[in-house]
């Protein structure tokens, strides 16, 4: 199985917190999935912590490499930049990450990788994968809140992706 690509700066273990979801889905394809994400204007239909959605430079609403979105979650209105951008392929893992940040002094800076990644699985399974590693005073916060708010918003999103995927196959 494939694996999250982690800068440096934001690997696992080293940053003030870290949330990992996945689920594995029959009878969706990565090629499905992926529509869902990559098209932004669908992201409040099945997650409720996405809102106010925009891009900068006349970009969007698909995201692409090196796009420039802004969009508010947990609260945050977070500034981000698609860092990786490799869509499904046959036998290839299809990703999405991108670096977020909300501007601030030491007390509310924050800095985040979020990455996905969907992998077709034999018997027509796909495999849906989030990971978000933060660093900063609200990161560590977040970590020690219970339960953890992002793990669970972060289920709710894949989740609903996976809804979304299946609705759209009808």
């Given at each position: 199985m494939s694996d999250i690509i982690w800068p440096p700066a934001y690997l696992p273990g080293t940053t003030d917190n870290y949330v990992s979801n996945e689920i594995t889905v029959a009878g969706l394809s990565a090629a499905e999935v992926w529509r869902q994400l990559d098209d932004t204007r669908a992201w409040p239909g099945y997650y409720s912590?996405?809102?106010?959605?925009?891009?900068?430079?006349?970009?969007?609403?698909?995201?692409?490499?090196?796009?420039r979105f802004r969009f508010t979650t947990f609260g945050f209105a977070v500034e981000a930049e698609v860092v990786e951008y490799v869509p499904p392929a046959n036998g290839q893992a299809a990703r999405i990450a991108?670096?977020?940040?909300?501007?601030?002094?030491?007390?509310?800076?924050?800095?985040?990788?979020?990455?996905?990644?969907?992998?077709?699985?034999?018997?027509?399974?796909?495999?849906?994968?989030?990971?978000?590693?933060?660093?900063?005073?609200?990161?560590?916060?977040?970590?020690?809140?219970?339960?953890?708010?992002?793990l669970n918003a972060h289920q709710e999103w894949i989740d609903g992706l996976a809804?979304?995927?299946?609705?759209?196959?009808q």
């Open positions: 912590n996405a809102s106010g959605i925009r891009f900068y430079d006349g970009g969007g609403p698909l995201l692409s490499a090196g796009a991108w670096h977020g940040w909300v501007e601030g002094d030491a007390t509310s800076r924050l800095d985040v990788h979020h990455a996905w990644l969907f992998e077709d699985l034999p018997d027509g399974r796909v495999r849906i994968l989030t990971q978000e590693t933060q660093n900063g005073q609200p990161a560590r916060g977040l970590a020690v809140t219970k339960p953890n708010p992002m809804a979304a995927a299946k609705r759209a196959q």
